[in-house]
């Protein structure tokens, strides 16, 4: 039976034990102890090595059970055959945490060395942290149980990284910087604390205003959502992800597998939790570095105020790119700055002071916005001109930065030669938001707001839906006793029934003869398709017949299919060819779920047809979704426009669109045996008219439970 402990102990430990400490300075076991004692650590430290001796003043006690006080956090830097035994004397010892430092597990194939060391940790009521990691460092208690360089500096962002050495080199990195840290967490293998753990702590300490997670893999996606959708509504979040590439992508049957690409789902779905997704280490760091500082805007519209009017275009641009709304009341921004600038100059925003604006010409136009209530934030550009003393700039843009702070946001960018980037340097050194490049300054605005706009958003739940999960298993089960693993036109047919979803009429037809009935009690026209478990993609085989109007167009398709099919594949087991109601037309769309192997349950929606592969115009959710993560899904796609209606045409029925997606979303996350649930297409109607539901997919594990043959 596991027990629970406390994370609050790992970040807070009263005592650390470090497991494999040494006096060889070109050890590991040395660096850590050195870290601890240098960073002023003022618990218990025990150092333990059979050698015994002492350490920086510190007593090795040759084994664990001859340290005389408890022990909160063990810190195990030993060979990986010795790993286990110092985690069962951890157990007599009572505790608490392990930060196994050590490689050489599931990274390397050691799988089973790992499972068994955190089976027999939580058993005695510990908890993991790692094995293949650098440690841990923790504002909390002044604790640096890394290996890292040291030097790591208290302040208000916590970083947890997947990545070892890009773990170390940030220690580095934060330093130069002048980031200071809440907390600085290796996770590694991630055999048993997750970021999901960490968040959980992180979300509650005080210290820390801003979340930064570097992750190349994820574990248990979907409690990690459920922890990231909860975390975002009090602080901000930033993750930098490794692996874009469509190598990662997910093969399966199913379009929704083919278009799930590991990158676009996790995109998705960090956008759907309102975590900030850098490109790069460094723009992480920089919107860390400034959403830490600086105080959430109180309105949506910010000024920019320039000395060049094309660096101020440059700006607008970038505001457009990051999302950056501008004031655009003109009366207001006369008033404002007419009073500030040469006469000459332009009050529109950007407020251009012009390239002969003084110092006191910026002083006066940032004290004049951070006075104007409409005006919630501002971006200040200096461009270096013959006129311009640069050498009083730096005194005035310290003073300003002073006034606004706690009061608005204000970022600065600042454009010359070397004696502006000096300035620039000495700024960022006292840690002033001050940018070489525009983009670079609009973009930590851009996700100061949103996040704020996260931070703002009303709370919506996860919209549930009555299914009857009995008929489900129903289906399901016949489908396996025919040692399928998808379901047939008629049966698929069947669970969008129960889901409620509108259909065209359909009837299976086994022969000519049935085929010509079904058509004529359906009523022309009518399409024809294949029924195969053997042919999923019934185009591709030529098993789709479309607009038949009489009796000798259907005998015509019925054949053509036949052949085509038997062509297609030769040993295809065939029911018969499906004969469905002609709809009319509409826009026509895909939207599926499936189980994916990172988020479990999510949904997918795009513009539909045969070209969809090609135009990949798709958009995920975490599933299960609210009304308004629905929406949003579908918004988020490029064709969206086409479902608002172009060139005369109405609007497009999109509630109902929504209503698909969340009854698809439902079934695959209390259905989890559906491995995919696609609709291509979905024809969607004019508001108030509605969708139809026209192809359907199912894929499902042939065994109860997930367990295949």
């Not at 004290?367 to 050498?391: G, I, K, P, Q, R």
């Not at 960018?413 to 340097?425: H, K, M, N, Q, Y």
Request: proline residues 3%; aromatic residues 6%.
């Amino acid at each position: 039976m596991e027990k629970k402990t406390n994370i609050e102990y790992l970040f807070k430990p009263r005592s650390v034990a470090v497991i494999g400490a040494s006096q060889n300075k070109a050890k590991i076991g040395y660096r850590i102890v050195e870290n601890i004692v240098s960073h002023g650590y003022q618990g218990a430290i025990y150092p333990v090595n059979p050698k015994g001796g002492n350490v920086l003043g510190n007593k090795i006690y040759p084994e664990l059970s001859q340290i005389p006080g408890e022990v909160d956090l063990a810190v195990i830097a030993i060979p990986a055959r010795f790993v286990f035994d110092a985690v069962k004397d951890c157990a007599e010892k009572g505790v608490k945490h392990l930060v196994i430092i050590t490689s050489g597990f599931s990274e390397v194939g050691n799988t089973k060395e790992e499972n068994k060391i955190v089976q027999f940790a939580r058993e005695h009521g510990m908890r993991v942290l790692g094995p293949n990691i650098f440690g841990i460092y923790s504002s909390a208690v002044s604790l640096d149980a890394t290996f890292g360089p040291g030097g790591i500096l208290p302040g208000h962002v916590a970083i947890v990284t997947q990545s070892g050495a890009l773990g170390i080199a940030m220690i580095g990195k934060t330093t130069a910087e002048l980031l200071g840290l809440s907390a600085l967490v290796s996770v590694g293998n991630k055999s048993d604390i997750d970021e999901s753990d960490l968040l959980e702590y992180l979300a509650k300490d005080d210290a820390t205003k801003v979340i930064l997670l570097y992750i190349e893999g994820v574990k248990q996606g979907d409690r990690l959502v459920e922890m990231l959708k909860q975390v975002t509504r009090k602080k901000h979040v930033i993750v930098v992800k490794a692996g874009r590439s469509k190598r990662g992508a997910m093969a399966a049957a199913s379009h929704t597998g083919s278009l799930a690409g590991t990158d676009e789902i996790f995109d998705s779905v960090m956008r759907q939790c309102g975590v900030l997704r850098a490109e790069s280490v460094q723009e992480a760091f920089d919107w860390a570095r400034f959403l830490a500082d600086s105080p959430l805007p109180k309105g949506r519209e910010a000024v920019i105020i320039t000395n060049g009017g094309g660096i101020g275009v440059m700006t607008t641009d970038a505001c457009e790119k990051y999302g950056v709304d501008l004031y655009d009341d003109q009366k207001t921004l006369k008033e404002t700055f007419s009073k500030v600038m040469p006469d000459f100059g332009s009050s529109k925003n950007p407020v251009d002071l012009t390239g002969q604006a003084t110092v006191q010409d910026y002083e006066r136009a940032m004290e004049a916005a951070l006075a104007n209530d409409e005006m919630h934030a501002v971006l200040s550009l200096y461009c270096e001109t013959a006129l311009f003393d640069a050498e009083e700039l730096a005194p005035v843009l310290k003073k300003e930065y002073r006034r606004y702070r706690g009061k608005k946001p204000i970022v600065l960018s600042l454009f010359g030669g070397a004696t502006v980037e000096s300035i620039t340097r000495e700024l960022r050194n006292e840690g002033i938001p001050v940018f070489s490049d525009v983009y670079d300054a609009v973009s930590c605005l851009g996700a100061l707001y949103r996040s704020w706009r996260n931070l703002n958003a009303p709370v919506e739940s996860a919209e549930k839906v009555e299914i009857d999960t009995g008929a489900v298993e129903t289906i399901l089960d016949r489908a396996r006793a025919e040692k399928r693993r998808s379901l047939l036109a008629n049966e698929a047919r069947g669970m969008a029934e129960i889901l409620g979803l509108d259909t065209p009429q359909a009837l299976l037809a086994t022969n000519l003869d049935e085929a010509v009935q079904a058509a004529k009690q359906i009523g022309y026209p009518v399409v024809m398709k294949i029924v195969s478990k053997d042919i999923i993609h019934k185009s591709d085989a030529g098993g789709v017949a479309l607009d038949l109007v009489n009796k000798e167009e259907v005998v015509d398709a019925y054949q053509a299919i036949m052949r085509s099919c038997r062509s297609y594949k030769k040993d295809a087991v065939i029911q018969g060819v499906e004969v469905v109601e002609m709809v009319r037309p509409g826009v026509e769309t895909i939207i599926g779920a499936r189980q994916d192997g990172s988020f479990g349950p999510i949904v997918m929606f795009g513009l539909g047809g045969i070209y969809v592969e090609v135009m990949k115009d798709v958009s995920f959710r975490a599933a299960p979704i609210s009304h308004k993560e629905a929406n949003d899904m579908i918004a988020g796609i490029r064709s969206y426009p086409l479902l608002l209606g172009v060139r005369g045409e109405k609007r497009k029925d999109i509630d109902a669109i929504a209503k698909v997606a969340i009854k698809l979303g439902n079934l695959v996350e209390r259905c989890r045996d559906i491995t995919d649930i696609e609709i291509n297409p979905l024809i969607v109607y004019d508001h108030g008219k509605g969708v139809k539901a026209v192809d359907i997919r199912v894929l499902f594990r042939n065994l109860k439970g997930g367990e295949q043959r």
